[in-house]
Structures are given as structure tokens and as C-alpha cells.
């Protein structure tokens, strides 16, 4: 899908320095994905202290070979 975006050529170039991208393309590609990595890391973080565990959950019965 050709998308036209106007985006401060400054960013572009710092951001081929400092993440070492030979293109215009790469750049944007994987600054969209860290964006969405960091956006579901959020969301996780908000699930903290709202799940409930059973206290009688022994996790090391698992670790036994059978």
C-alpha cells in the first residue's frame, strides 16, 4: 500500500545514523514496530495485580521428570 508522508527529513537522517538503516523505508518500518511493541507492553502492564493465581499452584510439580 504506497502511503505519502511528510516527516521531518532531520528525524529521517538521525534515525539512519543511529539505527544504522540504508533506507528511508527501513526506518519507518521499524519504528512503527517498536511503536507497537511498546504499546502492548503498556497493555500488559496495566494487567498487573488484576489476575488472580490460586495460592495452592505449586509451579514445581512441572519441573518433575516422569
Known amino acids: 500500500m504506497p502511503t505519502n508522508l511528510a516527516i521531518d527529513d532531520k528525524l529521517?537522517?538521525?534515525a539512519l545514523i543511529i539505527g544504522n538503516h540504508?533506507?528511508?523505508?527501513?526506518?519507518?518500518?521499524?519504528?512503527?514496530?517498536?511503536?507497537?511493541?511498546?504499546?502492548?507492553?503498556?497493555e500488559i502492564l496495566k494487567l498487573f495485580g488484576?489476575?488472580?493465581?490460586?495460592?495452592d499452584y505449586n509451579y514445581k510439580d512441572q519441573r518433575q521428570v516422569k
Open 50 to 55: 488484576t489476575i488472580d493465581y490460586d495460592a
Open 22 to 42: 540504508r533506507t528511508k523505508k527501513a526506518v519507518v518500518t521499524e519504528a512503527l514496530q517498536e511503536y507497537i511493541q511498546r504499546r502492548k507492553q503498556v
Open 12 to 14: 529521517i537522517e538521525d
